[in-house]
């Protein structure tokens, strides 16, 4: 019985960026990247593709992965949840005698990750207190959400989440305003028990995981911004690739 698998959702029917998961980054598949960073992720058994692609599963397969079944096609649309990929991973392993204890959820939109990072997250959920529903990631947005806006059905701004329409404090110092956190993608644990008790994925009581700032991929542009990235930092890939 495993105990902590990684579970990387890849369907193929991307629209903003087509076959954006096996799309080629470094000279990897873009799947390839968190693939790679769970099969060494101290602590994780498993590594599971839920992909709605025999292409995709193949692929998979070959870097190393399990891809043990097909996603159906009706929770493998632009409107399907990450519950649904998720309980339907959880029911085939189930009926397979080997539903673990923990999900490590690992997007393959964020491929820019520190193994030891995803271990010390796995570590500190199975340390938490009994209250604690699901770990989340998240880095530290530039800007306070708090000076962001609204368009109400009148055509004018107002400040988000409120009533306020006279913006000037929005001018502020951001040292003025509380810090917020934009989910990243970078790692969430998830308690198997928790989602079949409550039919919820993370729940009420998240325990934050702050990372460093990563780019998620979403378009063309953020494609570009990572390859700029590896050109400027070639160690985010060695560190990855060039361990056995």
Do not use: C
């Not at 470094?26 to 101290?42: E, H, R, V, Y």
């Not at 990563?214 to 911004?225: G, H, M, Q, R």
């Amino acid at each position: 019985m495993s105990n902590v698998i990684a579970l990387i959702p890849a369907r193929s029917g991307s629209k903003g960026v087509p076959n954006k998961n096996i799309r080629m980054l470094g000279g990897q598949p873009l799947i390839s990247w968190s693939i790679k960073a769970a099969k060494i992720t101290k602590g994780i058994e498993r590594v599971i593709v839920s992909t709605d692609s025999e292409e995709y599963a193949n692929l998979a397969i070959k870097l190393g992965a399990e891809a043990p079944f097909l996603r159906p096609p009706e929770i493998s649309g632009d409107q399907s949840t990450d519950y649904d990929f998720i309980i339907h991973t959880l029911d085939w392993l189930s009926l397979h005698g080997d539903e673990p204890r923990y999900i490590v959820h690992v997007r393959p939109t964020t491929p820019f990750r520190d193994p030891t990072l995803i271990g010390k997250a796995v570590e500190i959920f199975q340390n938490s207190a009994k209250h604690i529903t699901s770990l989340r990631s998240a880095h530290e947005m530039s800007e306070s959400a708090y000076k962001t806006f609204e368009i109400t059905t009148e055509g004018r701004f107002k400040a988000i989440g409120g009533e306020l329409i006279a913006l000037d404090s929005a001018n502020n110092a951001r040292q003025q305003f509380p810090s917020t956190y934009q989910a990243n993608g970078y790692v969430d644990v998830l308690s198997t028990r928790f989602i079949r008790n409550s039919g919820l994925i993370h729940g009420d009581w998240v325990l934050p995981f702050i990372t460093p700032k990563v780019v998620e991929v979403d378009t063309e542009d953020d494609f570009l911004l990572l390859e700029y990235q590896l050109s400027r930092t070639p160690s985010i890939a060695t560190k990855l690739f060039n361990r056995g």
